[in-house]
């Protein structure tokens, strides 16, 4: 067993129940889900994604353990689909427990789409409940069959105030740190490093506190300055710099700032980042931010994914360079996504309406007979290749949902379709 002196600081202070535990209110507050859950041992399986170091394995074993249910754990990075068929082979013999266990599996995002496949049974048919944890998008990482299995929580890093706790804390409850005569004077140095990470601002502290081996300790921002040597605006792209940055990057081009995109794509090309995945938010960009103000940003940006990934680093960044300025620099319209947002808010409200029958197929005698198709005019054969017939379900004929926006291109095409369909859809 392991003397205290030898275990790492963060460890040692791992919380042991949920009322320890720090941030994530949101998932385990006094009547939260996850709590009400644990407390009746009715967990549900699902994906726990967040930056490192705000509490996702921690919380997984917290709440096995509040849960009253046997604790299985794998890493995606050294286990195989062999291990996960193992763990499942001992949770169906697990007597009592047999289909009440917990796979806990950490960074779900690195299993091939194999090694997730190897999953769907077992949490399918309820032998295990998985509780994966990502740094990555499950949207993009985690595959759909094994998405729609589980629920995914959001965990956000933590606070200012609660790494102060966690500082304080640490300095008066640790075994080891509570012997010490340690005296906070400043940690805006300490909070920068950090990043929201609860486990490397632990590191810190206790870096800066075996540098005295002796005497006083005085937190300073020059202290951990001097011992972590590098406090600048690095880039980690599984922290919390990697949504921050992205966000100031996506918000720059919305803003028509090529000049800060550039900046963001440069902190982001220097700290390494999947050049795929800044490809990817260029061709979510282009649609969502420019749209039919410019539709050839879409050309421009889909060209720019195929191209990034024929070519790689370090050739790519001249062409993720090219494709941010130009979408910077396009007219910008979110059009095409409220318009679909709001037909989406619309089917919700008003569930499956019939199609009207003249625009049903007819593939068989009895839909021909029962009117399927009956009075459907073809368009190219009309005048001006338009027929002016009615599209939509009866309930919402002249329902407009696509809004042109208010640029050169848009106004065209608002110009368009009121010549088309005069007072109907109110253009």
Known sequence: MLDAVNIPLAERMRPKSLDSYLGQTHLIGDDSILKRAADTGALPSMI??????????????????????????????????????????????????????????????????????????????????????????????????????????????????????????????????????????????????????????????????????????????????????????????????????ISAFIKSIRASDPNAALYYLARMVEGGEDPKFIARRLLIAASEDIGNANPTALVIATSAFQAVERIGWPEARIILSQCTIYLASSPKSNASYMAIKEAQDLVKETGDLQVPLHLRNAPTELMSKLGYGDGYKYDHNAEGAFSSQECMPENLSGHTLYNPGDNARENQIRELLKSLWKEKYGY
Not at 171 to 192: F, G, P, Q, W, Y
């Open 48 to 245: 726990l994604w967040g930056p490192p170091g705000v509490g996702k394995t921690t919380l997984a074993r917290i709440l096995s353990e509040k849960a009253g249910l046997p604790f299985h754990q794998l890493s995606a990075i050294n286990s195989g689909v062999k291990d996960v068929r193992e763990v499942i082979s001992r949770a169906k013999s697990g007597g009592m427990f047999a289909g009440k266990a917990i796979l806990f599996i950490d960074e779900i995002h690195r299993f091939s789409k194999s090694q997730q496949d190897s999953l769907l049974g077992a949490v399918e048919k309820g032998l295990v409940v998985l509780i994966g944890a990502t740094t990555e998008n499950p949207s993009f990482e985690v595959i759909p069959a094994l998405r729609s299995r589980c629920q995914i929580y959001v965990l956000n890093h933590l606070t200012h105030d609660e790494l102060m706790q966690l500082i304080n804390s640490a300095i008066s409850e640790d075994e080891i740190l509570k012997k010490r005569n340690i005296e906070v004077l400043e940690t805006d140095a300490l909070m920068r490093a950090s990043g929201g990470d609860a486990r490397r601002i632990l590191n810190i502290l206790e870096m800066v506190v075996s540098s005295v081996p002796k005497g006083k300790v005085e937190l300073t921002n020059d202290r951990v300055k001097e011992i972590i040597q590098n406090t600048t605006a690095g880039y980690d792209k599984s922290g919390e710099a990697h949504y921050d940055i």
